[in-house]
């Protein structure tokens, strides 16, 4: 089963940039496509971009041009720049497959990002 952790979250005003990083456990992640994803309080959790294992990405409409998701196999990691934040991008964001069922479907506790001046 593979384990995700994910970090760097926090406060940040509108406006401001945070990485957040995913370290996944096992060996296999390399040939997986990986996403980010974020749940809202009251909403459905949404996938806000994603990486092929060959490196090309997609985006949700409301991130396009200010998320970047990047990966580093050598090192079972996800990343994910976001810049220009923005109140509505407050959720808790996580990382896993895509889709989850591909590696299990188990979720890492995420990390929390508000954005709020």
């Known amino acids: 089963q593979v384990q995700f952790v994910e970090s760097g979250g926090g406060l940040v005003q509108p406006g401001g940039s945070l990485r957040l990083s995913c370290a996944a456990s096992?060996?296999?992640?390399?040939?997986?496509?990986m996403g980010w994803y974020r749940q809202a309080p009251g909403k459905q959790r949404e996938l806000v971009a994603a990486i092929t294992s060959g490196g090309s990405t997609n985006y949700a409409d409301s991130v396009k041009g200010r998320f970047y998701i990047s990966r580093e196999n050598a090192k079972n990691t996800v990343y994910l720049q976001m810049n220009s934040l923005k109140p509505e991008d407050t959720a808790v964001y996580a990382c896993n497959a895509d889709p989850p069922r591909n590696l299990g479907g188990s979720w890492g506790q995420g990390t929390q990002v508000t954005v709020s001046s």
């Open positions: 096992g060996s296999i992640f390399s040939i997986y496509a």
